[in-house]
């Protein structure tokens, strides 16, 4: 066990700003600022709902999820050429690498996409450019994991993956995202099997305003890796248990959370008392041009509002790569960079 020193309160943000870590839970739609959607929506000829970027960015006063989600696949309907994608994905890869993110597994939702008309081609190959570009250019290593929405059937989930298949080489696994409440994991079922039989991680939200019962049919139905969100599991005491024992990742998002009403104040989140408990936890931004950060303002203000210690930010950098889809010598290389990250600070003190 690696032996955290003691940081003076005033020095932690700056580590947490410095210290190397993975993003998990990252939907790639949602890092499009009103700027760039403005922007996009010129350059394609797009007729938006709202006047400027001022408007647009006064809609965003979420009272929960489906709040939320209408706002989002408005902001999408701007994309429609490889480019658009790229571009999209590039801004957010360079705000990565200026948090000292080194690795990112991020989400992306086709069908929000391929309804409109958009080619699956066009979403992926934009998007895995960038990913490739990022490495090359960035220093930061780049994954892509595809989205089901799960407000849709498990048809159209199916008929998703089969045009995705020919691009299979261009992403790691896939999620489940959308609409939580009223849409269960096991209603995915077939689909998360056949994902599996390809050899591809799975993934899926739940417990994020759905009960512990979804993380429960995520875990033993999906047979999933990782559980995004997942901070309801508190109010089962077996639930916590297993999570503990599995060491299975769940990718919180606070700033998130706060945002979409899941907690009453950024004050009141569960990250202390998951990480307290064992939980593989790990922070992420979930959609930071819509909930008021990246990931360092996601580290930064959550430590300032819960008070939680250097410990607790080794502990959530290094659970970041213990629960990635990295291989081993890259989350050694990166445990190391952590370490050294820890090293300088507690010199310093
Ligand atoms: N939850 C569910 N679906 C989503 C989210 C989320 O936080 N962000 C984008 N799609
Ligand atoms: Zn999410």
């Not at 709902?49 to 209408?70: I, K």
């Not at 992306?108 to 958009?118: C, K």
């Not at 009223?182 to 099997?193: L, S």
Request: with cysteine; proline share 5%.
């Amino acid at each position: 066990m690696f032996k955290v020193h003691a940081v003076a309160p005033h020095r932690l943000p700056q580590l947490l700003r410095e210290m190397p870590k993975a993003e998990l839970h990252i939907h790639i739609e949602g890092s499009l600022e009103p700027e760039l959607i403005f922007a996009l929506a010129q350059r394609n000829g797009v007729k938006l709902p709202y006047a400027n970027v001022e408007a647009l960015r006064a809609a965003y006063a979420f009272t929960n999820l489906q709040s939320f989600l209408d706002i989002y696949y408005a902001g999408a309907s701007v994309l429609l050429h490889e480019q658009d994608f790229y571009d999209m994905a590039w801004a957010y890869l360079e705000r990565a690498k200026a948090d000292h993110v080194v690795h990112t597994e991020m989400f992306f939702d086709p069908q929000t996409h391929t309804e409109r008309g958009v080619p699956m081609a066009t979403v992926i190959n934009g998007l895995h450019r960038a990913c490739v570009d990022a490495q090359a250019q960035l220093g930061v290593s780049a994954q892509l994991i595809l989205c089901f929405l799960r407000h849709l059937s498990e048809e159209a989930a199916l008929q998703t993956f089969k045009d995705a298949l020919p691009f299979k080489d261009k992403f790691i696994g896939v999620g489940l995202d959308s609409s939580e409440v009223g849409h269960p994991p096991e209603k995915f079922k077939n689909v998360f099997a056949l994902a599996h039989a390809h050899g591809l991680h799975l993934v899926a939200h739940a417990g994020e305003e759905g009960p512990p019962a979804y993380m429960w049919s995520a875990l033993d139905v999906l047979h999933v890796e990782r559980i995004d969100h997942g901070v309801q599991a508190v109010h089962d005491a077996a639930l916590m248990a297993r999570l503990a024992k599995d060491r299975t990742p769940l990718t919180v998002c606070p700033l998130s959370n706060q945002k979409l009403c899941v907690f009453p104040d950024l004050k009141n989140h569960n990250i202390g008392q998951l990480l307290d408990a064992g939980l593989c936890v790990t922070i992420n931004s979930d959609d930071p041009a819509y909930f008021g950060g990246y990931m360092n303002d996601n580290f930064v203000q959550t430590f300032e509002a819960t008070g939680l210690n250097a410990q607790q930010a080794y502990a959530l950098a290094s659970n970041s790569f213990e629960g990635s889809f990295a291989t081993e010598q890259q989350k050694n290389q990166w445990l190391h960079a952590l370490k050294q990250t820890f090293q300088k600070f507690s010199e310093q003190d």
